[in-house]
């Protein structure tokens, strides 16, 4: 194995819990809030946060070529824009650092009280500045279930789907970090039966379970980059909720894509897994027939094996996992969603994010949204508190988890949890 | 008139040229690059562009409260983000020192030298940095002849059209503002009567005349703004060239709306008129039929009387008007469009730009897109050095202009203008 922070045997001295997503081989990268009230990028081993900028205070990345105050931001957009080598370089170093071998910080208890927090004792923020969000609707099942719920059943799918990873921009304002609550969307829907609109609260939010990556400054407007170069430019990837009011998305899917049926929210988990850490987990994604035009055609394990999960946490504290799947279904893969998105010359930058689209399994207790799990809102799924839903209740969380596991070693994005509080009322 | 700037009276000492969009009743703003290499935040008076950093370092914005650094910046968003207030005090202030009859800065040698220069001798930057851009669908006459077109003739509009302002996300990354050329862009279509797609250069370049306007930071996420507040969040306007591919635009419709079809380029003019030179060009709307929802419904005049047209100038240096048309024919306003945007407590940012969607009128002289002028490319037009154009040819250079005009006083955006070059090549 090349990335020397992957080796399956390294141990930290930092106690990691059994099944914690953060052992020493994770080094995700994310921005928070420290209970000395500062704002610094970091990652995570464990339970432990781990100030970066501190470190690099502290000189523990000497020898790596980083802008003075590189750690110091309160976004990661300027680490990831220096790239594939320094990244890993930088992956490297913390993996060798916090390596229970090594005495240097692991002995040193002033620098040790300095650099490293308790999870709880600090507040995640978004990770990147986003300067553009584009959602893709990669998965053959969802877009079938949706194509069925919404279309003619015989023709669920648009001519287009199996030749290009089909998506849409997505707006950037309103994407929040976990645990952050999101208010009910007023929304202008037409009531089925009637021919004038009326406006008011959402009666079908839904959440749609996605993953999403993000990118480093990719190309100059107006160039494409060719599939064969494009995973140079993909830094991690997060958990997404895309949030989903199906009631004014109907309405508007008259004329456009999603628009206010979307915009209202989108929740991303807060540490970003890098592609590296997810190496160990290639996997071989759907035979694609037809096959796409050359600008499309991919070589080897494109898609990852990436255990995926959804739970609603009621008002009364009760969870329930309402769904299982797997991101290696994807049709569509990541390089082949950013060189068809770049094949027009569109610029990429770093910190762009791009969701998967809804990622669904083949059977029901699989699908990544309530319209499917509901058949459109029609059978409604049982929680363990013997209440049911169609779509969700003000005051339901809905939690999203993500791991990869083999050879003993469990890589995993932490939950993405967002509660949905009642409609936005003005005093 | 409250608006001491916008006096009709008034000179200024800088000789402005007879039908200049810039007299001193305008004062829009913008960035540029000095000759000697400095960004800076500016005005323009005539073809006079003024260095307002250095106005600032001067003192000659003593008494309204700004940071010290307010316009030695490289976008307009700080300064959008102070308000309205501001925005007046700074433009009012602006009229004064270049009014005729004040000599402060008119008879300081030394100080003309460090703050005007000629417009040759500059370069105009991008205003704003752009967090999201949406693009609304607001001209009836455009609407009806792109539905006639693409859909059936006798539905021409779909169901939602009357009820609210239709819109959709677009791509912030490749905004750029006049004078910059773009690439034809590399894309995937579907030829007529085949059922395999191609990739190649798109044969279908085409161009769609808009305004744009671009907002101040106007709500928390999740709450909405009352359509009699939204106006004071808008800051000024600009010309857009949507650029649009409309064989790919064609192929991706089928599942949602423009993607790659328009994301290789969006082209602005540079400088920002502010609706505070716009005050006196309002005009009514159309008569809106049905009744919008109540939290769509205005009062008063919210349209704005501007000329628009429309020219392309061949690499023979032959240019041909080509279009005529006007803003006020727009059926959905721009207060409108932004209470539309927010009802669902979607947050809007400072720099955020919105599009007005294509601007066509009732003739086919006044039409907005190619694709109208020619009927769907069937009935090319003629250009001045006979040649004819059903869609864009490599080397055209689409040039927009705008400006609104009574009592005298011009109000302008300058031009707009793009060239496009062939496809990127890789080497």
């Known amino acids: 194995m090349p990335i020397s922070a992957n080796n399956t045997n390294r141990k930290s001295w930092i106690e990691v819990p059994v099944d914690s997503d953060f052992p020493i081989q994770n080094i995700p990268f994310g921005v928070f809030i420290t209970k000395d009230d500062v704002i610094t990028i970091g990652t995570r081993i464990g339970d432990c946060a781990i100030d970066m900028g ?17 750690f110091m931001q309160d976004t990661l957009n300027d680490f990831i824009s220096d790239g594939k080598k320094t990244w890993r370089l930088v992956r490297n170093r913390l993996a060798e650092l916090f390596d229970a071998t090594n005495p240097k910080l692991r002995d040193n208890k002033e620098h040790r009280e300095i650099v490293i927090f308790d999870v709880k004792d ?22 079938t279930n949706i194509g069925k719920i919404i279309n003619n059943p015989e023709k669920a799918l648009p001519l287009n789907w199996f030749h290009m990873p089909v998506g849409y921009h997505g707006r950037s304002s309103t994407i929040i970090p976990s645990g ?5 969307p007023m929304v202008q829907t037409l009531p089925i039966g009637e021919t004038t609109p009326v406006f008011g609260p959402s009666r079908m939010v ?29 830094f991690g990837m997060v958990l997404m909720n895309d949030w989903s009011a199906r009631d004014i998305q109907k309405w508007e899917s008259l004329s456009f894509g999603p628009f206010l049926g979307k915009n209202f929210a989108t929740s991303i988990s807060s540490w970003i897994v890098t592609m590296d850490a997810l190496e160990p987990f290639r996997a071989k994604g759907p035979k694609q027939d037809p096959s796409p035009l050359p600008y499309l055609q991919q070589k080897g394990k494109n898609n990852f094996d990436i255990n995926l999960e959804i739970a609603i946490k009621t008002e009364d504290a009760t969870t329930t996992t309402i769904s299982k799947t797997n991101f290696k ?7 082949q969603q950013l060189a068809h998105h770049t094949s027009n010359g569109c610029r990429v930058n770093s910190g762009d994010l791009m969701g998967s689209g809804t990622i669904s399994g083949h059977t029901p207790d699989s ?35 993500g791991f990869s596991k083999n050879n003993g070693v469990r ?17």
């Open 54 to 70: 501190a470190l690099q205070q502290l000189n523990y990345f000497e020898g790596i070529e980083l802008t003075d105050d590189m």
């Open 122 to 143: 600090i507040e995640m923020q978004l990770p990147v500045l986003i300067g553009d969000f584009t959602d893709f609707y990669s998965s053959l099942e969802n877009a």
């Open 180 to 184: 952050i609550p999101i208010n009910r």
């Open 206 to 234: 839904d959440f749609e379970l996605e993953t999403a990556f993000i990118t480093t400054d990719a190309n100059i407007m107006g160039e494409n980059i060719p599939i064969s170069e494009v995973e140079d430019y993909i």
């Open 329 to 335: 279904y994807i049709y569509w893969s990541m390089i």
């Open 367 to 401: 699908f990544g949204s309530l319209l499917e799990l509901t058949s459109g809102g029609k059978a409604p799924i049982q929680l363990n508190n013997n209440t049911e839903r169609n779509f969700l209740k003000d005051g339901d969380t809905v939690i999203m988890k």
């Open 411 to 427: 890589i995993g994005f932490g939950e993405l949890s967002t509660k949905l509080l009642p409609p936005f009322v003005r005093k």
